[in-house]
T-cell receptor, first 107, second 120 residues
């Protein structure tokens, strides 16, 4: 099956800093999503991005499908950005989740 | 956006009893729903795929007789943990894909808020 690795595993930032999270996957995919899991466990959809670049406010994402990686950019981080960020990929109707990046933003 | 609900959000049960978790798509029809399990500080692991009107497909290593899945309508799937034991304690999350969105291989999944199961 597809292997999905995320880096870094942990990230500690001060409010206002920028960061880049990476997702590498081992096979070609038709689907790729980025999620933020808040402290209560809810997964929030950030981007559906099997290829190309998208932006939503302070967040943007880029997927280079031919090179099997995706990047999530967070600019001007806020304490409410804290939580775990997952990418999930699939080439069937299923999603395989990555290992996650745990982000802590301090004031 | 698409909303998926789960009920209950938290449940505590005694060892040997069964627990039913409901997953509903509130504003769209879902021919396919998925059930995941997440242990503390770990990623989500897919347990099974629930298809409306047909039997669920279980991932390797998931006991289908312990985790009974029923997808009786286009907006409701249920997961029943039978004869629960403490090792079944976990965070269970469902997701759904919009029947009308995209094609079979190009669609977005929407996730419920999860159910925290504790078996004593």
């Amino acid at each position: 099956g597809i292997q999905v690795e995320q880096s870094p595993p942990d990230l500690i930032l001060q409010e206002g800093a920028n960061s880049t999270l990476r997702c590498n996957f081992s096979d070609s995919v038709n689907n790729l999503q980025w999620f933020h899991q808040n402290p209560w466990g809810q997964l929030i959809n950030l981007f559906y991005i099997p290829s190309g670049t998208k932006q939503n406010g302070r967040l943007s994402a880029t997927t280079v499908a031919t090179e099997r990686y995706s990047l999530l950019y967070i600019s001007s981080s806020q304490t409410t950005d804290s939580g775990v960020y997952f990418c999930a990929v699939g080439n069937t109707d299923k999603l395989i989740f990555g290992t996650g990046t745990r982000l802590q933003v301090f004031p | 956006g698409a909303v998926v609900s789960q009920h209950p959000s938290r449940v505590i049960c005694k060892s040997g009893t069964s627990v039913k978790i409901e997953c509903r798509s509130l504003d769209f029809q879902a021919t396919t729903m998925f059930w995941y399990r997440q242990f503390p500080k770990q990623s989500l692991m897919l347990m099974a795929t629930s298809n409306e009107g047909s039997k669920a497909t279980y991932e390797q290593g998931v006991e289908k007789d312990k985790f009974l899945i029923n997808h009786a309508s286009l907006t409701l799937s249920t997961l029943t943990v039978t004869s629960a034991h403490p090792e079944d304690s976990s965070f269970y999350i469902c997701s759904a894909r919009d029947k009308l969105a995209g094609g079979f291989l190009h669609y977005e999944q929407y996730f419920g808020p999860g159910t925290r199961l504790t078996v004593t």
